[in-house]
């Protein structure tokens, strides 16, 4: 493994660690590893390496830009990834990419503690977001009205199941990857040939009409928002951003 302070040494000298905990997957299931740095800065930050199957450099600089011009628009409960000494929002090195971002403040525990004001800041702070990236312009032809381009892919992989996928996703269940979660996956397989076909029926009306298109978090659940008291103070995790209607986040 790397010594995370090469990775550090591409950064600003404020943000050089007065301590480094490793923090591994953080509970989460994407592959991504990340540690928690204390830097002369002030500011508590963490560095996060990407899995290798993505996002790609220009995903992520995407996602970067994304995040800053919400930042720009007043959006205080995003990280926004600190540039490296030469100009650039991630490290690439040893096969993987690298950001550097603040720690955001608070716990994602709606799951533990749910209630309808941490719902309804939530909800907020995602129409925030969403009203602060609505006229960030990747390209004219993305922000015209068009389909959205997540009801095709999903249409797609749920024809594609009903063709065969179905046998080859039972087959690959492995008791020996994850043998807890290995009951509720063989349930969920059994549902599929009943299930698919009403999806389909709902989804296939809806391919054609076009919507607003624009950044759209595209994961966004309990895990992702934190909250200090009812109060939501952080958004995290957006490597599934893409452009999208703002719908498909609600």
């Known amino acids: 493994m790397m010594d995370i302070q090469t990775i550090l040494d591409r950064y600003p000298r404020d943000c050089q660690p007065l301590q480094i905990r490793p923090l591994g997957t953080a509970g989460g299931f994407s592959g991504a590893q990340f540690w928690r740095i204390s830097a002369p800065r002030g500011e508590e930050m963490v560095l996060r390496r990407w899995p290798q199957e993505h996002p790609t450099p220009d995903g992520l600089r995407f996602i970067h830009k994304v995040l800053r011009h919400a930042a ?20 690439q090195l040893a096969g993987y990419l690298w950001e550097l971002a603040p720690w955001m403040p608070g716990k994602a525990d709606y799951n533990v503690s749910p209630s309808e004001t941490k719902l309804r800041a939530a ?70 040939p009943t299930a698919i076909p009403p999806a389909v029926s709902q989804l296939e009306p809806l391919v054609g009409v076009s919507f607003h298109l624009q950044p759209c978090l595209r994961d966004i659940w309990h895990d992702h928002i934190l909250f200090t008291g009812d109060t939501g103070t952080g958004l995290i995790d957006f490597g599934a951003m893409q452009i999208e209607t703002a719908a498909g986040d609600v």
């Open 72 to 91: 720009e628009h007043g959006i205080s409960i995003v990280p926004v990834s600190v540039t490296t000494r030469e100009g650039e929002s991630f490290v």
């Open 123 to 192: 909800m907020t702070a995602l129409a925030q977001f969403h009203v602060a990236t609505a006229d960030f312009i990747v390209t004219t032809h993305l922000l015209n009205p068009r389909p959205s381009p997540s009801l095709s892919h999903r249409l797609n992989q749920l024809r594609q199941l009903s063709k065969g996928g179905i046998n080859k996703l039972s087959q690959a269940l492995r008791p020996d990857i994850w043998p807890a979660l290995l009951p509720l996956a063989r349930q969920f397989v059994a549902t599929l």
